[in-house]
């Protein structure tokens, strides 16, 4: 079906700390998963994304992680900082209709002082 | 500013009426989204269109209804309104579709409550 889990749905961190949000999804035709950053009141945005042919992409302090055998991928953000405070959305492209792009549930995500 | 113009920002109304909701997407752009955003709920898809033609699907349900017109322009339209449709509704646009589809930009969002 289409869908994709996303764990955790809320997460403390201490300022500095390193970030991880896991996504499974399990339409395994799949090729396309973005990241998406909603800060509070505002609409979201996209903040990091991966094709199926690579399996990790970089950009400053947040990093994207595929793998596509187990159908999981990984928003990892390293030195976190009060502006990173938001929900985090991943996504996928379906593979059965490729118009489709399906979000997972949300991360709140919230930077401690 | 993304590019995307929804409108209006917010509209309150009552139940068992019928509202329209509209989206002007990116210049260039000929795909449209409409998503779904119940409070602290995810981005739930509705119906998605290109160049004027239903593209595809999600759980939307049989009161909503949408279109894209010529100008690429595209309205949502919900009826029978309950309670339950209070949400807020985002529009997204891209340049592409299918397996080039790529970012989504997407507008402020209408905010629609239901009395």
């Known amino acids: 079906g289409e869908n994709v889990e996303q764990h955790p749905s809320t997460l403390s961190v201490q300022e500095g700390d390193s970030a991880v949000i896991k996504c499974t999804y399990s339409?395994?035709?799949?090729?396309?998963f973005p990241w998406y950053k909603q800060e509070l009141g505002k609409r979201p945005q996209l903040i990091i994304d991966?094709?199926?042919?690579?399996g990790e992409k970089k950009d400053q302090r947040i990093a994207v992680t595929l793998n596509k055998t187990a159908k999981h991928f990984s928003l990892h953000i390293t030195e976190t900082q009060p502006e990173d405070s938001a929900v985090y959305f991943c996504?996928?492209?379906?593979?059965?209709?490729?118009?489709?792009?399906?979000f997972g549930s949300g991360t709140r995500l919230s930077i401690r002082p | 500013d993304s590019g995307v113009t929804q409108t209006p920002k917010h509209l309150i109304t009552a139940t068992g009426q019928r509202v329209t909701l509209r989206c002007s997407p990116r210049s260039g752009d000929l795909s449209v989204y409409w998503y779904q955003q119940s409070l602290d709920q995810g981005l739930q898809f509705l119906i998605q269109?290109?160049?004027?033609?239903?593209?595809a699907k999600g759980n939307i349900l049989e009161r909503f209804s949408a279109q894209q017109f010529p100008d690429l322009h595209s309205e949502l339209n919900l009826s029978s309104l309950e309670l339950g449709d209070s949400a807020l509704y985002f529009c997204?646009?891209?340049?592409?579709?299918?397996?080039?589809?790529?970012?989504?930009?997407f507008g402020e969002g209408s905010r629609l409550t239901v009395l």
């Open positions: 339409d395994s035709a799949s090729n396309y």
């Open positions: 269109y290109y160049n004027g033609e239903e593209r």
């Open positions: 991966i094709r199926s042919n690579v």
């Open positions: 997204a646009s891209s340049v592409a579709r299918g397996l080039a589809a790529g970012e989504l930009f």
């Open positions: 996504a996928y492209r379906s593979g059965s209709s490729a118009s489709k792009i399906i």
